[in-house]
């Protein structure tokens, strides 16, 4: 047998010797690297989902979201916001809004309009921790949950006096509305219920309604 056959088989059985029993498997030391491939990856981008709120509510006071991190992890942030909400209207999250198209747009009797435009229209011109007041022409809608243990008309300027059933320490809080019919509004918490004092001008009666959302004033 010829010197270069003889180094030839010696190198080929070096090599089978040293090859990997499994190519499957690293080598001792080699670090396990996998790529997840039936992950799911097809969730569609947020465009805007709804919350529909119990008819109770009254104050929204936090919002939190829970999320899925790009490690796995599942954590939650949140925002503290104490703002007065309407239970009738959805909340919305969203990160981009398409406007609907008109052709499936749900069509509501000319009274269901009506009603939203007038629903759209109050203006609100009081937000405190319990209660919210929102004004359209001579009609005033308290949204509270708190009841009412007492109200009355005052003159010289004609007022409306109501009281709240709440033990409260709210501070004393005055809130001009120079443009409006209630053109002044007084809060002051007393020992068992909170008062609320509404100057009102150029009227000198009132109904109190009692409504799902709290109350309606309508002055006379």
Request: glycine share 2%.
């Amino acid at each position: 047998m010829s010197l270069i056959k003889i180094l030839f088989i010696s190198s080929l059985l070096f090599v089978l010797l040293n090859a990997r029993e499994n190519p499957f498997f690293p080598f001792e030391g080699e670090e396990d690297n996998f790529l997840i491939t039936n992950e799911n990856r097809t969730n569609l981008p947020l465009q805007r989902a709804t919350i529909t709120l119990p008819e109770q509510a009254r104050i929204l006071q936090k919002v939190t979201l829970e999320f899925k991190n790009d490690d796995g992890t599942v954590t939650s942030k949140s925002i503290e916001l104490n703002n007065s909400v309407d239970w009738h209207l959805p909340i919305f999250i969203s990160q981009s809004y398409i406007e609907p198209q008109k052709n499936i747009l749900l069509k509501a009797t000319p009274s269901k309009e009506r009603a939203n435009e007038k629903k759209e229209a109050y203006k609100n011109i009081l937000s405190i921790k319990y209660l919210s007041l929102f004004s359209l022409d001579t009609n005033l809608k308290l949204v509270t949950s708190d009841k009412i243990i007492k109200d009355f008309l005052l003159e010289n300027p004609y007022r409306i006096v109501i009281d709240f059933k709440r033990d409260t320490d709210l501070k004393s809080y005055l809130k001009k509305n120079p443009k409006n019919v209630f053109k002044e509004i007084r809060v002051g918490s007393h020992k068992g219920y909170y008062r609320v004092v509404i100057e009102i001008e150029k009227y000198k009666s009132y109904k109190l309604e009692k409504t799902s959302e709290g109350y309606l004033i309508k002055l006379k």
